[in-house]
């Protein structure tokens, strides 16, 4: 199976035990996220640093007893988030596929089979994945190291909690609320400044199997900010495919998308593969140029990057209207 396979399967299955909040159209964050410690007058040094401190994860609430100083990152989301909070100099280890910043300390370490014995080599105080595939967490429990668990966001509103929860877990609770409000400054801005995009339709592939996200899911969201009309939404309109439906070629070819928008460029797809797809090459998107080949990794991911991701949407729909 490729790699595009297994994070598509890994989306599905997060969306469908996935619990996020937060409106349609939501690019403010919420203020509900943590739960932090109140400290008394003699507090110790590690109070006055804000901890202990409880966060809200996937796995349930957890208790961070001191600012932690050896973090593993099997999250290449998590990894984006924690340097993009001045948490790096933190981050002792990172998985395979955390290929951003450049500078984050990559090893071979897997967030998709990980190994706990090599985890524990690092002699971590805090990790932070994205995905259990059994016993992780309890294992790096009974080894008495913290550990958060925080998968696929479900809306943007998810993305500022992530955030907001790993700054206070890392002791950089004030460095998030500013990463928070830029990019629900910057998302505001990128959207408002965008063209008209009433009646324009599009597709988002995630590979080339066809399958794709409707608007329940964060990668509709931020497409729903412009006012794009999603062609997958009747696919999954009971929501039985969790948001993330396989569509035929006949589907995609019949409800003749403005805009292609692929997600799955590092795995080799292209505006050339695509019109080269029997019958897609009479499809509008195609004949028109507005095949877009997105970055896979930004496309993929739900960290800070997710204003390069609505700026790439914003500039399609700009070539898209000056056409006319």
Not at 223 to 229: H, M, T
Not at 297 to 312: C, K, L
Not at 313 to 323: E, K, M, T
Request: hydrophobic content about 40%; some cysteine.
């Amino acid at each position: 199976m490729k790699r595009s396979s297994v994070l598509l399967a890994l989306l599905i299955v997060l969306a469908a035990c996935g619990t996020g909040e937060g409106g349609a159209g939501s690019s403010a964050p919420d203020d509900d996220t943590i739960t932090t410690t109140t400290f008394a007058p003699n507090a110790t040094e590690a109070e006055l640093a804000g901890f202990p401190v409880a966060i809200e994860a996937d796995n349930g609430e957890v208790t961070i007893e001191e600012k932690p100083e050896s973090i593993v990152s099997l999250s290449s989301t998590a990894t984006e988030m924690l340097f993009a909070i001045d948490a790096g100099s933190q981050v002792v280890a990172v998985d395979d596929q955390s290929n951003y910043p450049v500078g984050a300390p990559v090893t071979d370490l897997s967030g998709f089979t990980p190994n706990v014995e090599a985890i524990l080599s690092y002699e971590p105080d805090l990790v932070v994945i994205g995905y259990d595939p059994g016993e992780l967490v309890a294992s790096l429990e009974a080894a008495n190291v913290p550990v958060v668990n925080y998968s696929a966001a479900i809306t943007i509103d998810d993305v500022y909690r992530q955030i907001e929860a790993l700054g206070a877990a890392t002791g950089h609770p004030d460095q998030a609320g500013v990463v928070n409000e830029s990019i629900a400054n910057d998302l505001a801005n990128i959207s408002d400044e965008a063209p008209d995009a009433e009646g324009v339709t599009y597709y988002h592939e995630l590979e080339n199997t066809l399958y794709t996200a409707t608007s329940a899911t964060f990668f509709g969201q931020i497409y729903g900010l412009f006012g794009l009309e999603n062609i997958a939404d009747a696919a999954d309109e009971d929501g039985s495919a969790f948001g993330y439906p396989q569509l035929s070629s006949e589907y995609v070819v019949s409800a003749d998308p403005d805009i292609i928008f692929l997600a799955d460029t590092l795995y080799g797809e292209s505006a050339e593969t695509v019109a080269a797809r029997p019958g897609w090459d009479v499809l509008s998107a195609v004949q028109s140029g507005n095949v877009v080949e997105l970055d896979s990794d930004i496309a993929s991911r739900w960290g800070p990057r997710i204003v390069e991701f609505a700026q790439a949407v914003s500039d399609a729909l700009a070539a898209y209207s000056s056409q006319g």
